[in-house]
């Protein structure tokens, strides 16, 4: 398997324009994660999806910052307008269902290797 | 939600083991305890989970003190590569419908010295 696919690996864009990352997860994983990363704040986990359906969006940090998953193979993350304060390295992640206890989440996350946003 | 804490940095001599030490005093009767480590300028990556028992694999070993209030990530022989921020988290478990929040800190910083 090709591991979690994120694109693009690098992007510049000036205040104000509209950004959106993308990212393939591992096939027959059932949760996607959306994490961002800074050296002030660390890891934070913004959104994550179950089955494509969001759960949990509490660390969406904004109203400009929105997610979808369209379908079990593709996710984006957009932020409009972007601001300065965005700039990040945007992680996805996929995890499957727990091989363990059935019906409980504590599968490993598989992570992309991130999105470098820079808004100048 | 169950917090855990680690010092942020440590340094270890190639080729030595590495004790990287694990504090979650309230952790819970169902939690997991998983570390993931992140080396520069990648996504973090899996290392190793246990709920009671300590816990072996090709990477590291995970050692659970018997209250499990604490925990410990041993690598057996510390290389360049291993330098990377480890990160112990707590995974709770609610119910069949729900998936717990993956919630990271800031981790230890372990720099591996030649």
């Known amino acids: 398997d090709a591991g979690v696919i994120q694109s693009p690996r690098h992007e510049v864009t000036e205040m104000g324009q509209e950004v959106t990352l993308r990212c393939k997860p591992i096939?027959?994983?059932?949760?996607l994660f959306w994490y961002r990363q800074t050296m002030m704040r660390g890891l934070e986990l913004l959104i994550y999806?179950?089955?494509?359906?969001?759960?949990?969006d509490s660390g969406m940090p904004e109203d400009r910052f929105s997610a979808k998953m369209p379908n079990a193979s593709f996710s984006t993350l957009k932020i409009q307008p972007s601001e300065p304060r965005d700039s990040a390295v945007y992680f996805c992640?996929?995890?499957?269902?727990?091989?363990?206890?059935?019906?409980?989440?504590?599968?490993?996350?598989?992570f992309g290797e991130g999105s470098r946003l820079t808004v100048l | 939600d169950a917090k855990t804490t680690q010092p942020n940095s440590m340094e270890s001599n190639e080729e030595e083991p590495v004790h990287l030490p694990c504090n979650h005093s309230?952790?819970?009767?169902?939690?997991?305890i998983h570390w993931y480590r992140q080396l520069p300028s990648q996504g973090p990556e899996y290392v190793i989970h246990?709920?009671?028992s300590n816990v072996n694999n090709r990477m590291a070993s995970l050692a659970i003190a018997e209250d499990r209030k604490s925990s410990t990530l041993i690598l057996h022989r510390a290389t360049l590569r291993d330098a990377a921020v480890y990160y112990c988290i707590l995974r709770e478990q609610y119910s069949k419908t729900s998936y717990d929040k993956v919630i990271f800190g800031p981790g230890t910083s372990l720099s591996v010295i030649p």
């Open positions: 999806f179950n089955n494509n359906v969001p759960i949990d």
């Open positions: 096939s027959g994983h059932d949760y």
């Open positions: 992640a996929s995890s499957p269902r727990d091989r363990g206890l059935a019906g409980v989440g504590t599968g490993e996350l598989f």
């Open positions: 309230t952790i819970s009767g169902t939690d997991y």
């Open positions: 246990g709920l009671t």
